[in-house]
């Protein structure tokens, strides 16, 4: 069977799925999802936890500004916002320099919950990368940001 026109099989290794760099991310991915989905409080899932992290490093803000931090397009914050507000885990108040507008924050009977949200992170990190040495973990946390 001839190559298609324009491929040379002496130039480029053979395509092996088990080597390829999404595939490997995916698999970390899941890893990582079943870890957070063990260990995070509350039941919240990344999306949320990272929100009310942002929040509770941030403070209040608007759900636009809170989107952009956490890189949630706008349909994504508004339906993760409408959930943490149906736990009541934020509450929302109107910008006291900008009536139109409402900015969110950890709600006051949850603020006690921001060093429980910390620990988790920490420790859902922690499992996350425990099979790697402290030296491998620093380098991975470096090229996952030149990545993003």
């Known amino acids: 069977m001839s190559e298609p ?3 040379d099989e002496t130039q480029r290794p053979a395509y092996v ?3 390829q760099v999404g595939y490997l991310m995916r698999l970390a991915g899941q890893r990582h999802a079943a870890i957070f989905q063990k260990l995070a409080p509350l039941e919240l899932t990344p999306t949320q936890f990272a ?3 942002k929040l ?3 403070g209040a ?19 993760v916002v409408d959930r943490l507000r149906k736990k009541g885990l934020v509450q929302l108040q109107p910008d ?14 949850h603020a006690g919950l921001v060093p429980q949200l910390y620990e988790s992170g920490h420790r859902i990190s922690e499992a996350t990368l425990a099979p790697l ?3 491998e973990k620093d380098t991975f946390l470096e090229l996952l940001k030149k990545l993003g």
């Open 133 to 135: 040495t402290e030296s």
């Open 96 to 109: 006291p320099n900008d009536k139109r507008r409402l900015m969110l924050s950890i709600s006051e009977e």
């Open 61 to 79: 803000c608007s759900q636009n500004e809170l989107g952009r931090r956490t890189a949630m397009d706008v349909a994504t914050i508004k339906g």
């Open 17 to 19: 799925l088990d080597a």
């Open 51 to 53: 929100a009310l992290v």
């Open 5 to 7: 026109s324009g491929t």
């Open 56 to 58: 509770a490093e941030r």
